[in-house]
């Protein structure tokens, strides 16, 4: 093996079947090193079809998140942050805990450099909630696109 293919010789679901986990306290997020640790880059992921329920009716709850990070040592493997997202669909809670619970374990797990995870939620009770949520100082020279996701305006 080469050096580069060494970083994901400890991952266990990468390639494997994996059951969706019950809850986002019993998923899984594995982490591999950043192969260029040395440069300050950004790491985009996009989950635009994002669900949890509400915690007091039980209904779904459906989100457009996009999460924005900058590594320091660690890379978060994309197949169980998809595992980690879609166990939220059985968690009963609010727009504003699903938003920064998923932050501060990105957070707990990568130690990143910087982090911002807008979750941009679709109308409940004809309101739209929006949480935005940042984590550091954005490192100099780093280029962030925008997030690129429009207000909500219904049919308008």
């Given at each position: 093996m080469n050096e580069?293919?060494?970083?994901?010789?400890?991952?266990?679901?990468?390639?494997?079947?994996?059951?969706?986990?019950?809850?986002?306290?019993?998923?899984?997020?594995?982490?591999?090193?950043?192969?260029?640790?040395?440069?300050?880059?950004?790491?985009?992921?996009?989950?635009?079809?994002?669900?949890?329920l509400c915690?007091?009716?039980g209904?779904p709850?459906?989100?457009?998140?996009?999460?924005?990070?900058v590594?320091a040592?660690?890379l978060?493997?994309?197949?169980?942050?998809?595992?980690?997202?879609?166990s939220?669909?059985n968690?009963g809670?609010f727009?504003?805990?699903?938003t920064?619970?998923?932050?501060?374990?990105l957070?707990?797990?990568?130690?990143p450099?910087?982090?911002?995870l807008g979750?941009?939620?679709y109308?409940?009770?004809g309101?739209?909630i929006d949480?935005?949520?940042?984590?550091g100082?954005?490192?100099?020279?780093?280029?962030v696109?925008d997030q690129?996701?429009?207000?909500?305006?219904?049919?308008?």
């Amino acid at each position: 093996m080469n050096e580069k293919s060494d970083i994901y010789s400890d991952l266990k679901q990468l390639g494997q079947p994996v059951s969706m986990p019950t809850s986002p306290e019993q998923a899984q997020l594995e982490t591999v090193a950043n192969p260029h640790p040395d440069v300050d880059y950004c790491v985009r992921f996009t989950a635009p079809e994002f669900t949890s329920l509400c915690p007091m009716t039980g209904q779904p709850d459906f989100a457009h998140l996009v999460i924005d990070y900058v590594p320091a040592g660690k890379l978060v493997e994309s197949k169980s942050l998809k595992l980690y997202l879609t166990s939220f669909r059985n968690h009963g809670a609010f727009h504003e805990d699903c938003t920064v619970g998923i932050a501060r374990r990105l957070i707990d797990e990568l130690q990143p450099k910087w982090l911002r995870l807008g979750g941009y939620w679709y109308p409940r009770g004809g309101i739209p909630i929006d949480v935005f949520f940042q984590h550091g100082e954005l490192p100099d020279g780093v280029w962030v696109a925008d997030q690129g996701v429009p207000t909500y305006r219904g049919r308008g």
